[in-house]
């Protein structure tokens, strides 16, 4: 369950919608999230997904599950410039241990 | 409002000092841990503990130890500290079976190691 892979960097347009992806490997993973790291600080829960669903919307974000391939996608509609950040995928399937991706820079161009 | 705390946010040490990492957090969690996070790499855990007094090894524990002797403290110590070493350290705690709720992190720490 240590593999969890992310793409380094994706650059989109402001207003565009951004979707990063992740691959992990656990299959018995109960949570699954994505968080948020702002530049020189620690990082923020954005949201998770629980392993029994397949989509979670929350505003402008949504969370997609695909258990059969094990690949988590987090959608960003209409992403502005203060959605720059890195943003981490994280399983965790040992109840109390969490398994961190590499991390997605995102960079929005005004 | 919920909150780990990591004593500095920037730290400059020289090769061969003894470095101590803190980290507090109000919220009475049981589970806390110390990561490392370098470009490319992503967060790796250093060390963890389920409990006051007790301490398991991560994925990259060589060159550090840890302590927690009060349930809100857990400390991170590099013996002797190397160049390799330089890196953004992060605490996290957690409470046990609150899946929904993740980790809380600290700011972190940036350490420098000349």
């Known amino acids: 369950g240590e593999d969890v892979e992310q793409s380094l960097f994706l650059s989109v347009r402001e207003g565009d919608s951004s979707v990063i992806n992740c691959t992990y490997t656990d299959s018995s993973s109960t949570y699954l999230y994505w968080y948020k790291q702002e530049p020189g600080a620690g990082l923020q829960l954005l949201t998770y997904i629980f392993s029994n669903m397949d989509m979670k919307q929350d505003q402008r974000l949504t969370v997609l599950l695909n258990k059969k391939d094990k690949h988590l996608s987090l959608r960003i509609a209409d992403t502005q410039t203060g959605d720059s950040a890195i943003y981490f995928c994280a399983e965790n399937y040992t109840g109390n241990q969490f398994y961190f991706g590499t991390g997605t820079s995102l960079t929005v161009i005004p | 409002d919920v909150k780990v705390t990591q004593s500095s946010r920037y730290l400059v040490k020289r090769t061969g000092e003894k470095v101590f990492l803190e980290c507090v957090q109000d919220?009475?969690?049981?589970?806390m841990f110390w990561y490392r996070q370098d470009p490319g790499l992503g967060l790796r855990l250093i060390y963890f503990s389920y409990d006051v007094k007790m301490k398991e090894k991560g994925d990259i524990p060589e060159g550090y130890s840890v302590s927690r002797e009060k349930k809100e403290r857990f400390s991170l110590i590099l013996e002797s500290a190397s160049t390799n070493q330089t890196s953004m350290y992060l605490c996290a705690s957690s409470a046990p079976g609150q899946g929904s709720y993740g980790y809380t992190f600290g700011s972190g720490t940036r350490l420098t190691v000349v």
């Open positions: 919220m009475d969690h049981e589970n």
